[in-house]
């Protein structure tokens, strides 16, 4: 059913006459709406230049400013319209408003007694209006109600069906599974199913899916040695060395991504990124550089910063893990080319880079290490090679350095 929106706007037809009797010509008049009969302050006010001829004039109130100044009182009360002449004042007395067709058909509208059927659909009531006040006993019965939409939250107690004693027409009241048996007990008594002849039946129920942050592709280029790291506020920060093979570090700010300080800010080619960041959320990078060793730098705030010597291992190496302990000290753990690539983990103290526990401590060749230090600041790193096959986990207890339990797996793992 269509419905006419009403005007806001009112014709409003005048005779205007002076000493000379009735007037003629363009004429500035003054329209204004009162909710008093004298005195008070208008409500509502526009100047029309009006034609006048042989003293008649006829305007339409509401349509000079439709936007900036709109006729949109309520009209639920009475008002008054004042007509002010060029520069005389107001005219006495007001003219009371008085209902016009459109006001009629308003006020049918606003006391209506009935609806016709289908007219008032789901999406023309409000989230909360209908309540069980207005609701008459009886007048919803069990073909009104979709299957499953009302559960126990919506039901007072004792409105189920429990007085009968039998199985039907129950609330739930207890779901259990009893090893491959699925019990369904209300105030009926309990109905059992045997599971155990399903097969491929998980437990696990997705809860939450993947989703990109920010743009894909935010890069300027094609990343390589990609290395991600979450402030302590659960900012991601993103290492790469970018196309010309410089070492680059981007921040997610909550709407789109940025580079922090400047891109390409190592001074040599940066080769098997490794980030990392401290308690404040500043960023470190530890990298294999041009000289083929390890170098680790920081964001100060301003600018990149080389945190002690560059390429401060002893030779060549490959493949940094860097990790921060509660204290932000940074630890570097790489395979060590001057040990025939067996584990080397160094921290920078006291203003310089030294080694943890003894230089290549590890039983065989290290391709792959990942490093992390718990809460009482002790490391932990995880290797694996390409010629050793099973991967190990090793501690530093304070003095040396130990296997953790016994090799994780007995297949190769790359890239640990």
Known sequence: MAVAAVPQTINYQGYLTDADGAMDGPIDIIFSIYDVEADGTALWTEMQTVMVYNGVYSVLLGTVDTIGNPLDLTFDEQYWLGVTVDTDSEMTPRQPLTSVPYALNAQSADTAAAVSD??????????????????????????????????????????????????????????????????????????????????????????????????????????????????????????????????????????????????????????????????????YVAYRGETVEATVMRYNGSAWENVGTPGFSAGWMMNPSLALDSADTPYVAYSDGTNSQKVTVMRYSGGVWETVGTAGFSAGTADYTSLAIDSAGTPYLAISSEDEFPASVMRYNGSAWEIVGAPVTEYEIENI
Not at 122 to 139: L, N
Not at 197 to 206: D, I
């Open 118 to 283: 289908d007219v008032v659909t789901a999406s023309k009531i409000a989230s909360g209006a209908v309540t069980s006040g207005k609701i008459a006993a009886g007048a919803v019965g069990s073909t009104e109600i979709i299957d499953g939409s009302i559960t126990a939250a919506d039901l007072e107690a004792g409105a189920s069906d429990d007085a009968d004693a039998d199985a039907t027409n129950e609330l739930n009241t207890g779901v259990a599974l009893v090893g491959t048996e699925l019990q369904v007990t209300d105030a009926g008594g309990t109905l059992s199913a045997d599971l155990s002849s399903l097969e491929n039946v998980s437990p696990w129920t997705t809860v939450m899916k993947w989703e990109t942050v920010g743009t894909p592709g935010f890069s300027a280029g094609s990343p390589y040695y990609t290395s991600l790291a979450l402030d302590p506020a659960g900012t991601p920060d993103v290492a790469y060395q970018d196309e010309a093979q410089k070492a680059t570090v981007m921040r997610y700010n909550g709407s789109a991504w940025e580079t922090v300080g400047t891109a390409g800010f190592s001074v040599e080619r940066a080769f098997g990124m490794s980030l990392a960041l401290d308690s404040a959320g500043m960023p």
